[in-house]
């Protein structure tokens, strides 16, 4: 059995009849809850090569929304936050480390 061919039928972007591809959005898996036109979607759209191609540079190159935007940098605050207290943990252990390391030196020397 050869390589399956894409089914040819009308293009939902251009109306002709082409081989046909599923556009299928490919961004963030939406950890914030902004609304997106892609994913809102009630059904996928069958894209021809062109069509498929113009759908993703235009998914590509929509700006952020306000909302998108202030979730996003909560969300790179959290992360930044979250490295600062990883690295003082670390500090605090490499510390509990040091101490624990001069007390059996200490009571060995003894």
């Given at each position: 059995m050869g390589p399956q061919q894409p089914a040819?039928?009308?293009?939902?972007?251009?109306?002709?009849?082409?081989p046909l591809f599923l556009y299928e959005p490919d961004h963030n898996m939406h950890v914030i809850p902004v609304p997106c036109e892609w994913c809102d979607?009630?059904?996928q759209p069958l894209l021809c090569v062109r069509c498929w191609g113009a759908e993703r540079l235009r998914e590509e190159n929509?700006?952020?929304?306000?909302?998108?935007?202030?979730a996003t940098a909560v969300f790179a605050q959290l992360a930044n936050n979250n490295s600062r207290i990883l690295a003082r943990q670390e500090?605090?252990?490499?510390?509990?480390?040091?101490?624990?390391?001069?007390?059996k030196q200490a009571e060995a020397d003894r």
């Open positions: 040819e039928s009308r293009c939902d972007g251009c109306g002709q009849t082409r979607r009630e059904r929509v700006p952020m929304s306000a909302a998108e935007a202030d500090a605090d252990k490499a510390t509990c480390d040091g101490i624990a390391a001069a007390t």
